[in-house]
């Protein structure tokens, strides 16, 4: 059974930094191409960055240069760092994992198969 656990959301003012963790279990974690993907209320849900082992990482534009994604293999853990964070980064996040594609890595249209329950950020102004 596959296990995707987040962790680290809260509440912090603009221009602060929150780091955000994925606990993974259940499979061989370093196989799969994870990402991070958030939604707001009243909005679809976006993808904000992907990363797959020493193959690639790739972030939304509206993320680009504020936030990084990294993983720990010996923990199994994602995480995603937030600085910069705007009122505009409010919402619930998500970690996923899908199989890569035959070339390597991940797009955030493609079919992940496992979800967290999400942890949510709030920016205030």
């Known amino acids: 059974q596959v296990q995707l656990v987040e962790s680290g959301g809260g509440s912090v003012q603009a221009g602060g930094s929150l780091r955000l963790s994925c606990a993974a279990s259940g499979y061989i974690y370093s196989s799969y191409c994870m990402g991070w993907f958030r939604q707001a209320p009243g909005k679809e849900r976006e993808g904000v960055a992907t990363i797959y082992p020493g193959f690639w990482t790739y972030y939304a534009n509206s993320v680009k240069g504020r936030f990084t994604i990294s993983q720990d293999n010996a923990k199994n853990t994602l995480y995603l760092q937030m600085d910069s964070l705007k009122p505009d980064d409010t919402a619930m996040y998500y970690c996923?994992?899908?199989?890569?594609?035959?070339?390597?890595?991940?797009?955030?249209?493609?079919?992940?198969?496992?979800w967290g329950q999400g942890t949510q950020v709030t920016v205030s102004s």
């Open positions: 996923a994992a899908v199989l890569p594609r035959a070339g390597g890595g991940c797009q955030f249209d493609d079919d992940f198969a496992y």
